[in-house]
């Protein structure tokens, strides 16, 4: 299975966190946009300040989820990603999902039967909407 995978899905599978996407196991080209480093490490950052993790535990989850965004195939914020980005769709999008929807899109004629991973219930709303099939949310 060829999977794009969002920031939402990396962070749960990589932190066992409840409820990560059951097809994890089944993918065999997982694919994001070269966002998902900036937003994971940022998640990360944040829950060392917010939940006061120790120096033990950030740089634990620092280095899984490094490793985790290693293995992906990653697209890259190129002017066409952002340009593509930056058009209407036909649902609410915010800025950095839109990024990670115009990634997907881009690329989804290079991959047989494409999947939209994401945790996030308006990201997969407008995946839907732009012929994507979407995991991770509930219908």
Known sequence: MNA????????RVVLGEPESLPSWGLIDQALSSELIRLECLRTID???????LGDDAVS???ANVLEAIDSLGLIPL?????????EPFP???GSLDAIHLASALLVREQYDELLFATHDQQLAV???AMGLPVAGVST
């Not at 794009?4 to 962070?11: A, N, Q």
């Not at 944040?46 to 006061?52: E, F, K, P």
């Not at 190129?78 to 930056?86: K, S």
């Open 60 to 62: 634990r989850q620092r």
């Open 46 to 52: 944040r829950a060392r300040v917010q939940l006061r």
């Open 91 to 93: 649902t609410l999008v």
């Open 4 to 11: 794009y995978i969002d920031s939402s899905v990396l962070l």
């Open 126 to 128: 407008a995946a839907r």
């Open 78 to 86: 190129t002017r066409l990603v952002l340009e593509r980005a930056a």
